[in-house]
């Protein structure tokens, strides 16, 4: 399969529509008497987390707010992945970016699109004056996996507005 990769415009947003989100949750990590630990979920989550709407107002108010939304298309033109990240600049150490959301539709993970379209944004994300990608990753075993085998870390800074937003994220950085 070839797949283009392309920046989405606001018109493009309605395409994640055709996005099978769902994810089986087998593990996730969870406090657990003060400390961070792998335990049993088995929830499967139907679709979109959060509701679809929040993900297509985050990636409108993302392309909006000249933040970076790059997209994945297959050989017929259907958007199959995505990534973006937001503009602004924040931390006190560190140039920090928001990895704000990043989904491959379910029949296409595993392919090398998410490494790409992350790898891909980190680049980009140079523009905006960005020593780090911030990251705050859903709890699920397969998606800290995926953020460490790509060689992300624990953040060295906390944002205690998104740690409030879901205190189960695990906040991570990648050194751009």
Not at 83 to 98: D, I, K, M, Q, S
Request: proline residues 2%; aromatic residues 10%.
């Amino acid at each position: 399969m070839n797949i283009r990769y392309l920046e989405l415009q606001v018109e493009d947003a309605v395409k994640i529509r055709e996005m099978d989100a769902s994810q089986y949750i087998g593990k996730a990590w969870r406090e657990v008497d003060g400390e961070r630990k792998l335990v049993e979920i088995g929830y499967q989550d139907p679709t979109w987390p959060n509701g679809y709407e929040h993900h297509y107002g985050n990636l409108v108010k993302t392309i909006e707010n000249k933040g970076l939304a790059l997209g994945a298309f297959d050989d017929k033109g259907k958007l199959i992945g995505f990534v973006t990240v937001n503009a602004e600049v924040f931390g006190e150490r560190f140039r920090y970016v928001l990895l704000d959301q990043l989904f491959i539709t379910l029949e296409h993970r595993g392919n090398g699109i998410g490494k790409e379209l992350m790898t891909r944004a980190a680049v980009a994300s140079r523009v905006f004056g960005a020593e780090k990608l911030f990251i705050c990753a859903g709890s699920a075993e397969e998606t800290i996996a995926f953020y460490k085998a790509m060689g992300c870390v624990i953040a060295e800074e906390i944002n205690e507005s998104l740690y409030n937003e879901d205190p189960r994220d695990l906040q991570m950085e990648y050194t751009i």
